[in-house]
């Protein structure tokens, strides 16, 4: 009877994302019933339960079939994080570019020593501290969005987070010609794949903006199609990258700075997202609690334990000095270091990207590397919850209406 199914039956790309999507729902409301859990909390929890490490409901097989998606989800964050910086006016405020270059050469720097200490070979060592400078921009958001924060210590934590992903790619970049030659790569690999992977990344992302924000001049009489225009110019982005073989994570960040730079009438940067831009949240956090490795942590929980302490030391005492030298009081200069302490999907995308470059030799950096990514996203939506409430920014939205 060849009408029916094949047994055992298999996910699809459509299925997989109904589970993510459905199984997210459930997990936000019960985390919603606890007053002082952040949704995201709910989100991962329940990923780990129906994820590989945990009941095995969606399979590692069913998982890659949702990547696409995923990498869309986390290129429209990555996108508004961008725009929330605009590289002109940070000439008018040097002080956040100071604390941005000082907080991720310490992290870089004290990350680097401690694995080095603890005996990982200098290409795990340089490139996981290049990696973990990068904060997450999505738990920052949602956290935000869902307590209605609101303030000058929410948007100055935004423009950090987004220094903090252009940084780590840049130190990530750096990195890399060391990292070839320790692995007997030729020196033509060793200069030109960093330099083509920084360039190519960025043009593609200059480029894409700049005909996103000319389209978007010429059809400004018709505003109900600026949302269909944003995310059809980030999946181009994103396929184009693709294509090349460049960044598909630091394009959309590029599109948003872009496009925050380029534009002077705001006819992109005032579009709402609205309720639907929910479910790129949800999808996305079932997913990274889902690719949570008990395995790794098991093994190399040690390790990435050690490195989550000193990221957030370096973090968090930076952050608070020098904000606390610039004349910010207390509370917000601390609620700003704690803003910076989530870690994810840049993380994720950087780690396997290594991972496709040097195969063997970045075996122990994806494990460390994940499992601090496991604890900082456990650790990190409670974090940015109470830093809010820290900041005194806690439902400031609501009381501004």
Request: glycine content about 8%; charged content about 10%; some cysteine.
């Amino acid at each position: 009877m060849d009408f029916l199914p094949d047994w055992p039956l298999s996910f699809n790309t459509q299925s997989a994302f109904g589970l993510l999507l459905l199984a997210g729902v459930i997990g936000g409301y019960l985390a919603h019933r606890i007053s002082w859990l952040p949704s995201v909390t709910g989100f991962m929890a329940v990923g780990l339960v129906i994820g590989p490490s945990g009941f095995d409901l969606l399979t590692d097989d069913a998982l890659e079939l949702t990547r696409p998606i995923i990498t869309i989800s986390l290129g429209l964050i990555l996108y508004r994080l961008g725009l929330t910086l605009d590289l002109t006016a940070l000439r008018r405020d040097p002080g956040l570019v100071i604390i941005a270059l000082v907080e991720s050469s310490v992290t870089f720097t004290l990350c680097f020593a401690l694995l080095d200490a603890l005996g990982m070979p200098t290409l795990v060592a340089g490139l996981t501290a290049a990696i973990v400078i990068s904060s997450s921009p999505a738990i920052l958001l949602h956290v935000a969005h869902e307590m209605n924060a609101a303030g000058p210590v929410t948007e100055r934590a935004k423009e950090l987070v987004a220094l903090n992903n252009v940084l780590s790619f840049f130190a990530f970049s750096a990195f890399l010609p060391m990292s070839h030659l320790s692995v007997e790569a030729s020196w033509e690999t060793a200069i030109f794949q960093p330099v083509y992977q920084l360039l190519g990344s960025i043009l593609v992302g200059v480029v894409i903006a700049a005909i996103l924000v000319t389209v978007a001049r010429q059809t400004r009489s018709a505003p109900q199609y600026r949302l269909a225009l944003i995310i059809g110019a980030l999946m181009l982005g994103v396929g184009v990258a693709r294509i090349l073989n460049v960044s598909a994570l630091f394009v959309p960040l590029v599109i948003g700075l872009a496009v925050r730079t380029l534009e002077r009438d705001e006819l992109l940067s005032d579009v709402t997202f609205g309720e639907a831009f929910e479910l790129f949240f949800i999808v996305l956090f079932v997913y990274a609690g889902a690719h949570i490795n008990l395995g790794a942590l098991r093994e190399l929980g040690w390790v990435a334990l050690a490195l989550v302490a000193v990221r957030i030391v370096a973090k968090l005492s930076t952050v608070y000095g020098i904000s606390r030298l610039y004349g910010l009081d207390a509370r917000p200069a601390a609620a700003s270091g704690m803003l910076l302490i989530p870690m994810a999907g840049l993380a994720i995308g950087l780690a396997q990207t290594a991972h496709r470059l040097f195969a063997i030799e970045a075996e122990q950096l994806t494990a460390i590397v994940l499992a601090a990514v496991a604890i900082l996203e456990t650790l990190g939506p409670p974090i940015a919850a109470w830093a809010f409430r820290l900041a005194g920014e806690a439902d400031a939205a609501q009381r501004q209406v």
